[in-house]
């Protein structure tokens, strides 16, 4: 689920556990290629086991955003989750934030 500021193009994703990521992924995708200079943040706290396509989707979903003049922040990333990250080196690709208002600005209200 999502949250769309149409004002600042602030979009906001609860990222959803298992394939259904992958769905909220897509969707999102959709909605960053009608808007420019977005900041995208993806809510991981429910997140448990990144699978690889979700990972190949994020990479797309980040260029995608930074030909766009856009901006992706991960937030809720929990330890195993970001230890993935690590191992692939995709922790200096993506941009993260610890910030608990950041984090709270994730809970979307609304779907894509």
Known sequence: MSDVDNN???VTVDLAVGSKS???LDALRKTVRRKHGCTVT???SKVDILASEAIMRLLE???LLQKRNGRLILCGVSQPTMNIF???GL???FE?????ALIETCA???PL
């Open 22 to 24: 992958l769905k909220e």
């Open 61 to 63: 979903l980040r260029d």
């Open 96 to 100: 993260f934030s610890c910030d608990k």
């Open 42 to 44: 993806v809510d991981f």
């Open 91 to 93: 922790d200096h690709v």
């Open 86 to 88: 690590a191992v692939t």
């Open 8 to 10: 600042e193009c602030v």
């Open 108 to 110: 979307p209200s609304q």
